[in-house]
């Protein structure tokens, strides 16, 4: 089984388009996590949900807007994005926010904007 | 701010060899660290992390051991495999900073056979 999934593991999507990510998590976790994983730079955190409410922003576009409808699934929903936008975008889970919990990733999905 | 310093890849070893990955940090609170490693395809999965000053973390042949004098936590394998390569990435979680994981920019390790 694996823990993390997220669909489609690859997208292709013109600056006009609008799409949207999924992630789901099979651990009983209560918090979730969007990356962004840039060649050459570091992974980059985006968004944090713990149970189910938004707790960080790192000063994102609004053209990427994450939903949270419960504690297993987490949307980023993608609308007129840029070419700089196209990365890896990868989600994780732990059991909580905080030091004590390990982060498990999904395997990302390749997001290409053209 | 919180940053996380690594060796800039590739690295290309043959099967055997001894492996080190440098990293070093800096950090405001009193962080915990780790590294992670991401096989083609796959998502980050936790190597071994370390949680306070001298201590060492250990995972199939790997270490690392966190040195608070020279704020390093260097990763070592004393005999690679042609399966280690993947892309290694160090982190920090720091408590009383900015307590989020950050991550360096990753390394990545080919092994030839």
């Known amino acids: ?114 | 701010g919180d940053s996380v310093t690594q060796m800039e890849g590739p690295v290309t070893l043959s099967e055997e060899a001894f492996l080190t990955i440098n990293c070093t940090y800096t950090a405001t609170g009193y962080p915990s660290l780790f590294w992670y490693v991401q096989y083609p395809g796959e998502g980050l999965q936790l190597l071994l992390k370390a949680t306070k000053a001298d201590d060492k973390g250990s995972n199939k042949g790997f270490e690392a051991t966190y040195r608070k004098e020279t704020t390093s936590f260097h990763l070592e394998k004393g005999s690679v495999q042609v399966s280690d390569s993947a892309v290694y990435f160090c982190a920090l979680f720091d408590q009383g900073g900015s307590e989020k994981l950050v991550f360096g920019k990753g390394t990545k390790l080919t092994v030839n056979p």
């Open chain 1, 1 to 114: 089984e694996t823990g993390v999934t997220q669909t489609p593991r690859h997208l292709v999507m013109g600056m006009t388009n609008k799409k949207s990510l999924k992630c789901e998590q099979h651990l009983g976790h209560n918090a979730m996590y969007w990356y962004k994983q840039s060649a050459k730079k570091p992974l980059e955190l985006m968004f944090v949900y713990n149970f189910k409410e938004q707790t960080e922003n790192n000063s994102v576009p609004s053209r990427f807007s994450p939903e949270c409808p419960n504690s297993s699934h987490l949307f980023l929903h993608l609308h007129t994005l840029q070419p700089e936008d196209s990365a890896l975008y990868l989600c994780a889970s732990s059991q909580e926010k905080g030091i004590g919990y390990e982060q498990y990733f999904g395997p990302g999905t390749r997001l290409t904007v053209t």
